[in-house]
Antibody, heavy 127, light 110 residues
Framework: QLQLQESGPRLVKSSETLSLTCTVS??????????WGWIRQPPGKGLEWIAS???????YYSPSLKSRVTISLAASNNQISLRLSSVTAADTAVYYC???????????????????WGQGTLVTVSS | QSALTQPPSASGSPGQSVIISCTGT?????????VSWYQQNPGKAPKLIIF???KRPSGVPDRFSGSKSGNTASLTVSGLRAEDEADYYC??????????FGGGTKLTVL
């Protein structure tokens, strides 16, 4: 059963860059059958899609975060990475990585559902 | 402020049915059949329960069903059980390779 595990600093200073890694187990980030994404959830609030990526290098970003976000794959380590620059307190959230099945929608750039999620990691931005 | 509008709360007694709405626009819910629903228990990651409006992943009870009419999608939970108490989120493709979520609905089983 595919498993995802997020990791990275729990505390980031305001104006700095948040960097997270998601390690995939019992599966491959280079699989042609999967896209990979990041979603976040501020404490007590709703979910927000951040970005998605395919092993070929195709990337998709939320318009509201696009200027500050980079998503990438490290196939050798079977990891998906997220970088969010110039963070503020508003970026404090639980960050989840998740898998999206490749299908009719995703191959056309239609961001679809996430069927396997990591447990999430809380990142706090401090001033 | 979330792009999709959900009621903050919903409730029902065991055995009853509850409907949770998710209202968007013609640019998201109304324009595409790519609405998903997630169940989230406290301190846990979301779990996919409905995708592409009305499809259920393997292992999700058929008490959960999805539908859409115009710019509003709905999640129906039939035969409510205590373990259904959770937060529920909808999401929809919103064009231009963008995905939006609703603000979430807290379902209470009375």
């Amino acid at each position: 059963q595919l498993q995802l595990q997020e990791s990275g600093p729990r505390l980031v200073k305001s104006s700095e860059t948040l960097s997270l890694t998601c390690t995939v187990s019992d599966g491959s980030v280079s699989s042609s059958r999967s896209y990979w994404g990041w979603i976040r959830q501020p404490p007590g609030k709703g979910l927000e899609w951040i970005a998605s990526i395919y092993y070929s290098g195709d990337t998709y970003y939320s318009p509201s975060l696009k200027s500050r976000v980079t998503i990438s794959l490290a196939a050798s380590n079977n990891q998906i990475s997220l970088r969010l620059s110039s963070v503020t307190a508003a970026d404090t959230a639980v960050y989840y990585c998740a898998r999206q099945p490749r299908g009719f929608a995703m191959i056309r750039g239609i961001i679809n559902y996430f069927n396997i999620w990591g447990q999430g990691t809380l990142v706090t931005v401090s001033s | 402020q979330s792009a999709l509008t959900q009621p903050p709360s919903a409730s029902g007694s065991p055995g009853q049915s509850v409907i949770i709405s998710c209202t968007g626009t013609s640019g998201d819910v109304g324009g595409y059949n790519y609405v998903s629903w997630y169940q989230q228990n406290p301190g846990k990651a979301p779990k996919l329960i409905i995708f592409e409006v009305d499809k259920r992943p393997s292992g999700v009870p058929d008490r959960f069903s999805g539908s859409k009419s115009g710019n509003t999608a709905s999640l129906t939970v039939s035969g409510l059980r205590a373990e259904d108490e959770a937060d529920y989120y909808c999401s929809s493709y919103a064009g231009n390779s963008n995905l939006v979520f609703g603000g979430g609905t807290k379902l209470t089983v009375l």
